[in-house]
């Protein structure tokens, strides 16, 4: 089971710009969290929120979901970027293919189901 938490520091963090490590081509073509969440929470592209693209989640459906079942945590289970030890290999494999690639159709989700594509990257 995971919580949802939040930190409160009063730090003096510097703001700094967002690394692209390619997380985003790798989430279009997987949707594994997308597809697992049994209240259908989560968008599978990317919605404008209060002015920013993002990847959403509807708390609105989220929430009861798990409250009702005392946690939940299944997008989190399911998420390639969750199994220890592969994330990096993930962020590797996505930044040369993003090079290799010319066309953006080859990253769309429409030429081959999730699960071969994941295995194409988790070697
Ligand atoms: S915690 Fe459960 S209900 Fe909430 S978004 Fe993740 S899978 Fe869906
Ligand atoms: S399961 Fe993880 S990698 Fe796959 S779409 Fe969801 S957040 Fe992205």
């Known amino acids: ?3 949802l938490a939040y930190v409160l520091t009063d730090l ?4 700094d710009e967002p ?3 390619a997380v985003d081509d790798f989430c279009k073509l997987c949707q594994l969290c997308t597809r697992a969440c049994p209240p259908g929470a989560i968008f599978g592209e990317k919605q404008w ?3 920013e ?8 459906k989220c929430v009861p979901y ?4 005392m946690g939940c945590g299944i997008c989190l289970a399911v998420c390639p970027y969750s199994q220890p030890g592969v994330a990096e290999g993930l962020v590797t494999k996505m ?4 090079e290799r690639v010319k066309s953006p159709e080859d990253l769309d989700g429409s030429k081959h189901d999730a699960a071969e594509k994941i295995a194409d990257f988790a070697d």
């Open 12 to 15: 003096p963090l510097v703001v």
């Open 49 to 51: 929120v209060r002015g």
């Open 19 to 21: 690394v692209d490590i």
């Open 53 to 60: 693209l993002k990847w959403y989640v509807d708390f609105d």
């Open 1 to 3: 089971m995971f919580r």
């Open 66 to 69: 798990f409250n009702e079942n």
């Open 95 to 98: 930044l040369r293919r993003r």
